[in-house]
């Protein structure tokens, strides 16, 4: 698919991707830098476009699910004035997505949130059970 060609892209994700670019230009984002971040967006929550012969890759629904919770939960923190990862500790890609924790660090999590069978859990599991 050369640079630019969204024909891989299914339409549900081609009208996230103009809404999300309506919504930048209506707060004064020039339209091609608008355009550009609408469909890194799309991108990020979707893995790209989901049509045969699109990306190459392939992510599984849930860690497409952690990843949209990951930037609901990003986007929330910024509107209300603060940075998404103020006093978070980054792992070492600089990302809080679920998919990107060791199982060690995902069992963390499960222990803090009291999730039951989680020691008998797979990392996938434990993704889906922390989501």
């Known amino acids: 698919m050369p640079r630019g060609d969204k024909s891989k892209y299914t339409e549900k994700q081609q009208r996230k991707a103009e809404h999300i ?13 608008a355009e550009a971040r609408a469909w890194a967006t799309v991108n990020k929550q979707s893995g790209g476009g989901e049509r045969k012969g699109g990306s ?7 860690a497409k699910s952690a990843d ?13 004035g603060r940075s998404p990862n103020q006093g978070k500790v980054k792992n070492g890609s600089g990302s809080t997505s679920l998919t990107q924790l060791t199982r ?20 996938d599991e434990l993704i889906k059970a922390l989501s």
């Open 68 to 80: 949209r919770k990951d930037s609901a939960h990003r986007a929330a923190q910024s509107r209300k």
């Open 21 to 33: 670019e309506e919504s930048y230009e209506e707060r004064g984002v020039s339209s091609d830098e």
């Open 56 to 62: 190459g890759r392939s992510k599984t629904s849930t």
């Open 104 to 123: 060690d660090e995902l069992m963390d999590k499960a222990r803090e949130r009291n999730i039951r069978g989680r020691s008998k859990m797979r990392k």
